[in-house]
T-cell receptor, first 115, second 112 residues
Framework: DVKVTQSSRYLVKRTGEKVFLECVQDMDHENMFWYRQDPGLGLRLIYFSYDVKMKEKGDIPEGYSVSREKKERFSLILESASTNQTSMYLC??????????????FGPGTRLTVL | GDSVTQMEGPVTLSEEAFLTINCTYTATGYPSLFWYVQYPGEGLQLLLKATKADDKGSNKGFEATYRKETTSFHLEKGSVQVSDSAVYFCALSKNTGNQFYFGTGTSLTVIP
């Protein structure tokens, strides 16, 4: 079974802090994704990566950056957290190189609260 | 652009009732279509998928048929259980391009 793990289930940070969210997958997938999930808005793509050291902006990249130094790990970074970044963050991975029509496998999510 | 529209929730049903959650899509080319389910406190997991027109995806009693003529992929279940209470997301992807497109989710509550 594919397993996608996220470093924290719940996280509370203060405005202005630098926040790291870590995601690890164990199935050698090429593609990894970061979404945020908000009520009434569904899932919105923040960044994705289709290879090590490659990254592409999604629909809402402002205020975020990412890092993919190893194939299995994809990190989301909030350089200076703000209250409007309070959300559920979901990581996902999929197989298939630069083609994304394959099933995405999701982690359990990190609920981040910024005070 | 490509997009998915699904029926607004929340939906509340009694146990053993029939379920339909509507999903329509807009896309060029030939997308693959998916239903994902999110149980409380968990991430999303794939429920079923269909990769070409007229395909029927099915799993755990749920079904959805890829209708190209109506650009729809409605989710159905003949008899829901309390354990089906969750949020359901319709999604599409294409074999060109680089994104999944998710609907906004429909919350289902099944009461005994």
């Amino acid at each position: 079974d594919v397993k996608v793990t996220q470093s924290s289930r719940y996280l509370v940070k203060r405005t202005g802090e630098k926040v790291f969210l870590e995601c690890v997958q164990d199935m050698d997938h090429e593609n990894m994704f970061w979404y945020r999930q908000d009520p009434g808005l569904g899932l919105r793509l923040i960044y994705f990566s289709y290879d090590v050291k490659m990254k592409e902006k999604g629909d809402i990249p402002e205020g975020y950056s990412v890092s993919r130094e190893k194939k299995e790990r994809f990190s989301l970074i909030l350089e200076s957290a703000s209250t409007n970044q309070t959300s559920m963050y979901l990581c996902a991975s999929s197989n298939g190189g630069a083609e994304f029509y394959n099933e995405q496998f999701f982690g359990p999510g990190t609920r981040l609260t910024v005070l | 652009g490509d997009s998915v529209t699904q029926m607004e929730g929340p939906v509340t049903l009694s146990e053993e009732a029939f379920l339909t959650i509507n999903c329509t899509y807009t896309a060029t080319g030939y997308p693959s279509l998916f239903w994902y389910v999110q149980y409380p406190g968990e991430g999303l997991q794939l429920l079923l998928k269909a990769t070409k027109a007229d395909d029927k995806g099915s799993n755990k009693g749920f079904e959805a048929t890829y209708r190209k003529e109506t650009t729809s992929f409605h989710l159905e279940k003949g008899s829901v259980q309390v354990s089906d209470s969750a949020v359901y997301f319709c999604a599409l992807s294409k074999n060109t391009g680089n994104q999944f497109y998710f609907g906004t989710g429909t919350s289902l509550t099944v009461i005994p």
